[in-house]
């Protein structure tokens, strides 16, 4: 339990340096990006308002150490500021009602990358010289080199526009209503087909060959030999004994893989304008909406810090080495 | 005596990029029922390189290139993957050197006694687990700590387990591989004691490998001494450690000085390695064997049941 | 953070002398895989290079109609706003590699003081420099990337700033843990007793003992810095008077290359990014798979024992 307690304080220290880099660019930075962003809002907001959106960025005149107090408060709170491309929605609103479709997206491709690669890895290990162990891995390190963004493009044009197999844009038609039911569920799977597949395709040689090698390296280990003196199936050998210990590293990688596909997520979903937070990150850049670009930037640093606690629970559970220390 | 284990011109290659190394050539021994024999020799010199071969254990580039392995009259070098993998453990069974890494870390050892059941006998899980329970206790271990994890045990505690699991399918063949050699003298000779008790209760024979000749004369009836990768002096336990007839045998005794009795000087074991025109160990042998030098001589019956690799006295080969 | 380190106890081992390094570069010409690799990254910096040659004049000047498809004037068709498609490809390579190179060296360079300094100093030195590593680790990359690049000038150099900053991390955390296993090793014992410097030992001592993890942590740098570049330039965060591989990008996405079906205006830049960043990677593999040779495939050893 020590090491649970160890990594909650690293990753509370982790956002404690997110929030104050947020809090730190608007006002350090050369440039003066928030001047530019108030020329745009001017139009549209009132004068308090304005005065808020100040006080937010700095420019009233407190010290500093107040406004950084009362910054890291109004965090905690969950007021992240108003965004101005969706003015006069919060920015916690406008984050609550797209992160959905980001889970969604991202939390399909991740599971199916992450399970289809380890399957790959550990039978391209145990079949050393296989056409899996042998082809595979040179063809999915050049499907890896593509960009996401390139390869989601190419995905579009083929399968959306030119072959008309897939929907083009958006999480599910226009004229549909939300809800669950079965029109409009499969309108949502077949909107995701695209844009996941293409997530899965570049992340998915990292886990195979992650796996593949870790079992390599398992496979040397004396307990598989004294396994297989003992007579027991390959098939056995291979799952309960081998890969059982070679997943190890790649539950620690899961926390690390989060980060990668979240970014890959967000650049998929500006090219299939897929309603997530990446597309309204890009909304946000192209709107100079600065507390919308933080207030993005602070909720997937969180996600992706929970997750790698909820991985941690999970690899306490897997190695029973960890649990005493 | 009917043999248990018979082992007849063995020749093992390790076949690296370009390179050819012989891990145990033209090996021939056999073990009887209720026999313990042993075989000694310094690390790197083929003995567990045969334990692998005996179970089939061993794997590319290690390859057998020559000679049989007979158990109990089968040819063990012909059976296919389903009848080896019943033949394992059922019939030879393997403690290997360090029991640290012959556990696996992330089950209890509860779970990896419980798979030779299951899988050798189709046992149901509870009964399994049942002779599980047995089994430690016979190895003097509180059938509570199935549930343990191996790094919750000691060093001795986790030797015992993997001698519980050796015996659990009664084999007639027990293969050690230095079981005691990463433990301290006090568990060493704990876990001696351990397996003299198992081995009279349960008649099994052992192939017994180690570097250390005082442990191995203590539990063996015959030995073998291995050097280079093939035996150089075959013979009774007591008859070999009393009168070595090979230079390299009595060089491996004196590696391990007597804890009583005059000090003598500790002669180093090997200067250069084996190669194909060179034995390597002619540089320190205290006798002057240029005729043997460039190669380990066949084996040769010095004396009823006494075998030695070196040309008779004084005679060319 | 036991996990973490668990994660890195995998990494090559290094051949220990020096004198086998000028082995390590003829391995690499032997692998079929590296020699590919090598070959393809000298042919892209050789069309960098040439570019001014092989296509002269501005590439992003308008000098013909609109989305023409590929023929004998324009070799790769022309953008939505009659731009020589080629041309643009060509001058993209100069800004794509040379901001993914540099961001590779900068951000090695970082990642080795770091290493260095964690393996040799130990202690409080390197529990703050691991914490700091790790941090940076985990915070989100991308999300990263885009509010330092949307709050800094826009421009080459910040995209190279951004980059580095978000990119070290991972190869300290690698050549940290190679760096301390050297640092155990009995030549540095030996070093530090006899009084060397601190800096003199870690250049000197350590360093040219990890000259092949070294080498692939570059090689990812590199990849990274090249792809992370496009992302940045695609999302419009880039400087977007700069011809490269990622505002090409930008631009077809932006002119709607992808509905009105010029698929030529958007395919070559990201085929290039892919063909930088695959031979990149085969190198990076075949360094991997000469440091460690568990890894190399049976089939080899067994094709060699015939031949």
Known sequence: MRLILRNLGFYLLAFWASITLNFVLPRFMPGDPVSRMFAQAQGTMQPDQIAQLRKLFGLDNRPLWEQYVSYVKRVFTGDLGI?????????????????????????????????????????????????????????????????????????????GV????????????VGLTPG???????????????????????????????????????????????????????????????????????????????????????????????????????????????????GIFLTITAAVLLANFLVDLVYVRLDPRVRVR | MEAVLEVSGLRVEYRGDGRTVVGADDVSFSIGAGEVFGLAGESGCGKSTIANAVMRLLKPPAEITAGSIRFQGR??????????????????????????????????????????????????????????????????????????????LSGGMRQRVVIAMAVALRP?????????????????????????????????????????????????????????????????????????????????????????????????????????????????????????STNIPDLREAAPGRWVARSPEGGPR | MTAIEIATATTPTTPARTSRRRGLLRQLIDSKKALTGLILLALFALLALLSPVLAPGDPSLINSAGSQAPSAAHWLGTTAKGQDV???????????????????????????VVGLASAYFGRIVDDALTLVTNIF?????????????????????????VLVVTGWAGSA?????????????????????????????MFREILPNMASVVMTTLLGCVIFGIGAQAGLEFLGLGDSSVVSWGTNLYWASNDGALMTGTWWAFVPSGLCIALVAFALALVNYAVDEITNPRLRSRRRARRERRG
């Open chain 1, 162 to 173: 030119s072959l008309g197999w897939f929907p083009l844009r958006h999480a599910y038609d």
């Open chain 2, 75 to 152: 040819d063990v070098l012909a059976l296919d993957a389903r009848e080896l993998r019943a033949f394992r453990w059922r019939e030879i069974a393997m403690v290997f050197q360090s029991a640290m890494n012959s556990l696996n870390p992330v089950l209890t050892i509860g779970e990896q006694i419980v798979d030779i059941f299951t899988t050798h006998e189709r046992m149901k899980k509870r009964a399994a687990r049942e002779r599980a329970g047995e089994l430690l206790e016979l190895v003097g271990i509180d059938p509570g700590r199935l549930k343990a994890y191996p790094h919750q």
């Open chain 1, 83 to 159: 965004s101005i491309t969706r003015f006069p929605t919060p920015v916690s609103d406008v984050i609550g009602q797209q992160i959905g479709w980001t889970l969604l997206l991202g939390g399909v491709a991740l599971v199916i990358a992450a399970v289809v690669g380890n399957l790959l890895g550990i039978v391209a290990a145990w079949r050393r010289g296989g056409v899996l162990d042998s082809a595979f891995p040179p063809l999915l390190i050049f499907v890896g080199s593509f960009p996401y963004f390139w390869l989601a493009m190419g995905a579009l044009y083929l399968f």
């Open chain 1, 180 to 294: 669950f039911n079965g029109e409009f569920l499969s309108n949502v799977a077949t909107h995701l087909v695209l844009p996941a597949l293409t997530i899965v395709l570049v992340s998915i040689g990292g886990w195979m060959l992650g796996m593949r090698n870790t079992m390599i390296a398992t496979a040397a280990e004396d307990y598989i030999t004294m396994a297989e003196a003992k007579g027991l199936s390959p098939s056995r050998i291979m799952f309960r004994y081998a890969a059982r210990n070679a997943l190890l590293p790649s539950v620690t990688n899961f926390g690390m893989a989060l980060g990668f596909v979240v970014g890959g997520a967000l650049l998929t979903e500006v090219v299939f304008a897929y309603p997530g937070i990446g597309y309204q990150l890009l909304m946000a850049v192209q709107g100079l909406d600065y507390p919308l670009m933080q």
């Open chain 2, 172 to 292: 007639r063949l027990l293969i050690m591989d230095e079981p005691t050699t990463a433990l301290d003298v006090v568990v060493q000779q704990e876990i001696m004691a351990q397996i003299r008790d198992l081995q009279r209760e349960l008649g099994f024979s052992i192939l017994f490998i180690t570097h250390d000749m005082s442990l191995m004369v203590e539990l063996s009836d015959r030995m073998g001494v291995m050097y280079g990768g093939r035996i150089v002096e075959l013979a009774d336990a007591k008859d070999l450690f009393a009168n070595p007839l090979h230079p390299y045998t009595e060089a491996l005794m004196n590696a391990f000085p007597p804890l009583t009795g005059p000090r003598r000087e500790l002669t180093g074991l090997f200067d250069a390695p084996r190669t194909a025109d060179s034995c390597g160990f002619h540089v320190r042998c205290p006798e002057d064997r240029s005729n043997c």
């Open chain 3, 86 to 112: 080629l041309a643009l490809t060509l001058w993209g390579a100069r800004s794509s590699l040379f901001v993914g190179f540099t961001v590779g060296l900068v951000a090695t360079a970082v990642a080795i």
């Open chain 3, 173 to 201: 955390r690698v050549l940290r843990a190679q760096a301390k296993s050297i640092r155990g090793k009995d030549f540095v014992a030996a070093a530090v007793v006899t009084g060397e410097r601190p800096l003199r030992i």
């Open chain 3, 137 to 161: 680790l985990l915070l989100p990359g991308l999300p990263l990337l885009i509010i330092l690049a949307a709050f800094l000038p826009p421009g080459t150099s910040t995209v190279i700033l």
